[in-house]
């Protein structure tokens, strides 16, 4: 049988817009998820949404919306972002999900029936943004010390938790076992500035908003948001449900993953929480470090956001999940620019992967047609490849365990480097050339080919697009797992080897960083205008548009996007939302034909869409191409294909 892994992300507050840093632990996760899948473990991979509390209640009534209606949208979306990222979870909890909240009453009633919770009056300091409670020596300045920001002096009737009970026990864990919390640095601050600077009960209810889920024998109070939360991690796999055969098999979780700020609510009173229910406590927690943007942490409510629809949307969703792959040393902070983010595809992705690519396949099909003889002549620089080739599991699986992630990428990286530089030396097209050296080239040949399936094997745990990409160059598909798949010389040579579209585009660093921040400066326009309601501008009449050669209209990418979604953007009479599948990935396409249209009526179409068109921010919603429509006296028409041909279709 399996041995089973639980991975979990935290659950994220639908509060704002989602940014790259915001994909940090759930990429990573995914990362992690992926590759134990193709390790053999029976994986399952948790996340989702914190819906509850007062910060997400104050946001929704600011938009002037209903709460739920209001999580429910941002959810969609979110949703959507994993979608892109191809974020291989298994469940995705919501804390308005029926079954976690009654699980949640349940676990409440219970530490209440058992003397862990008992009703009490709560003075002190609350910080809405961090849904954190604090006392007046804790603050900084006045201010809260997780985030900087004003609190608000709180009173009121409140069941507390006896957090001060366990103090012994959750010092003697984290100081006893030091696989439970990690980094190191993480387990000194929660001992010196937490337990041993000694733990108080914790409020556990509120009264002063509704926005919760009600204590079931007191409804007046709602459930401290951080409890309803933290239960997540048991309730997904149906614990206190009618049935807990997940919970059975999975809990207690093998990681719990999060960014460094949250690990206090992690590591003291989740722990407590569990060891009151008489459950085991997961195996580890570890605290990731921040994407910074200059000094700042990257924020839904600092507004200094980095769109990841727009920079998967335009540099592919590889590229955003190797960025932060790669360049964030784990466990530490990283600083987002786009210059970093821009100079690492090119150096890694376009340069070193990509090129080894094209270059083999180039030669294969150039000097041998597509195969690659049986006849091979091998030398000692390609028994030190077979043995780099061998031995790059090995490292990557133990760096994996260590939740070495950017270590991890860059042992296959170093395999690649290493096929490039021996491109150069066993000169492959001087073989070419040379009378009786056939034997040996196709022996190079089938080295890099080699170098690259192998390559593409563990990247599919990192880079799944990338992954099927090479891999489908090389005539030969995606495995489940590495077992059997991961040595040299698989390949027989009779696969059919295809030089297909550059991986990365190489990218004119200068020119892009000046169209990235011609992006953002259109995006928070649209931003501010919609905060504004401004009307948009009048239409002015075109002018006769001049003669174009084919070559201009070569430039434009038409395909067939299917729509699988559509509904009205908000606050706007014109615009629809469309997510269309492109066969390549599902955009998000903003239209303004909401006066001709349905959204009923467009889902399921497949419609003729501009694929190559720069992303635009249109209503405040992203959008990543142009639907094309046909337009007379009575209004428009969709341009449609005369018979179904599937999302992706090339139009020529
Ligand atoms: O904290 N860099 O949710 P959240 C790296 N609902 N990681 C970042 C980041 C950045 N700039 N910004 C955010 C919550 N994150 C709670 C969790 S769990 C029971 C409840 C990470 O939406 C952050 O560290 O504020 C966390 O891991 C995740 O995004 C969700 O944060």
Known sequence: MKEKYYITTPIYYPSGAWHIGTCYTTVVCDALARFKRMDGYDVFYLTGTDEHGQKIEKIAAAAGEDTKKFVDKRVENLIQLWKVLNISYDKFIRTTDEQHEKAVQKIFTKLYEQGDIYKSEYEGWYCTPCESFWTKTQLKDGKCPDCGREVELTKESSYFFRLSKYRDKLIDLIENDPD???????????????????????????????WG???PFDPDHVVYVWVDALTNYITALGYMSDDEELFRKYWPADLHMMGKEIVRFHSIIWPAMLMALGLPLPKKVYGHGWLMLGSDKISKSKGNIVDPFILSGRYGVDSVRYYLLREVPFGADGAYSNYSFLSRINADLCNSLGNLLSRTTAMINQYFGGKIPAEREATEFDAELEALINGVYGKVKKDMEELLVPEALNEIFTLVNRANKYIDETTPWLLAKEE???????????HLAETLRVAGVMLEAFL?????????????????????????????????????????PRIDINKELANMEKIAEEAAKAKEEKKEGKPAEPKKEEPAKAEIGIEDFAKIELKIGKILTAEKVEKSKKLLHFSVDTGDRVRSIVSGVAKYFTPEEMVGKEVVVVANLKPATLGGVLSEGMILFAENADGLATVEPGRPVGGGSTVS
């Open 180 to 210: 439970f919390l990690q980094p190191k640095s993480r387990r000194n601050e929660m001992l010196n500035n937490f337990l041993k600077a000694g733990l108080t009960d914790l409020a556990v209810s509120r009264t002063s908003f509704k």
């Open 213 to 215: 889920v009600p204590v």
């Open 436 to 446: 009786g050296k056939k034997a040996r080239l196709a022996s190079v040949l089938y």
């Open 464 to 504: 799944p697009e990338t992954a099927g990409k090479i891999l489908a160059d090389l005539g030969t598909d995606v495995c489940d797992v590495f077992e059997g798949n991961v040595s040299y010389g698989k390949l027989t040579g009779e696969e059919n080897f295809v030089k297909g579209a550059p991986l990365f």
